[in-house]
Nanobody
C-alpha cells in the first residue's frame, strides 16, 4: 500500500490549497479515506473523512464550510480542497486508508491502517 500526498505549500490567510493523495496497492474504491493533520507540539487530529463511495463525509467543526473532501475512484485519488485558510490550519497533513471495507466515515485514527508521508501546509502572511 502506498499513499502519496501532494499539493501542500505556503498560502496567505484567506487563500486556498488543494491537497491530493495518490493511492496504490489496494482496491481504493472499497475503502473509506481520511485526512488528518498535526501541528508542532499538538496531537494529530482528524480533519475530514469520506466513505468508500463518497456518499458520506465528516468534517471537524473548525473546517466546516471551508474544506471539502472528495475522491475519484477511477483515478485512485483522494482530495482535500482548502479555502479561506487560516494560520491555525498550519500543520502537516496526512491522508490515511481505513482498515475495513465498505463502511461509513469515521474520525477515529485507530480505524486507519496506512498513512502517507505527509505534506506541509503553512498559512502565513
Amino acid at each position: 500500500v502506498q499513499l502519496v500526498e501532494s499539493g501542500g505549500g505556503l498560502a496567505q490567510p484567506g487563500g486556498s490549497l488543494r491537497l491530493s493523495c495518490a493511492a496504490s496497492g489496494f482496491t481504493f474504491s472499497r475503502h473509506g479515506m481520511g485526512w488528518f493533520r498535526q501541528a508542532p507540539g499538538k496531537e494529530r487530529e482528524a480533519v475530514a473523512s469520506i466513505s468508500w463511495n463518497g456518499g458520506s463525509t465528516y468534517y471537524r467543526d473548525d473546517v466546516k464550510g471551508r474544506f471539502t473532501i472528495n475522491r475519484d475512484n477511477a483515478k485512485n485519488t483522494l482530495y482535500l480542497q482548502m479555502n479561506s485558510l487560516k494560520p491555525e490550519d498550519t500543520a502537516v497533513y496526512y491522508c490515511a486508508k481505513r482498515r475495513a471495507e465498505y463502511l461509513t466515515t469515521t474520525y477515529y485514527s485507530t480505524e486507519y491502517d496506512y498513512w502517507g508521508q505527509g505534506t506541509q501546509v503553512t498559512v502565513s502572511s
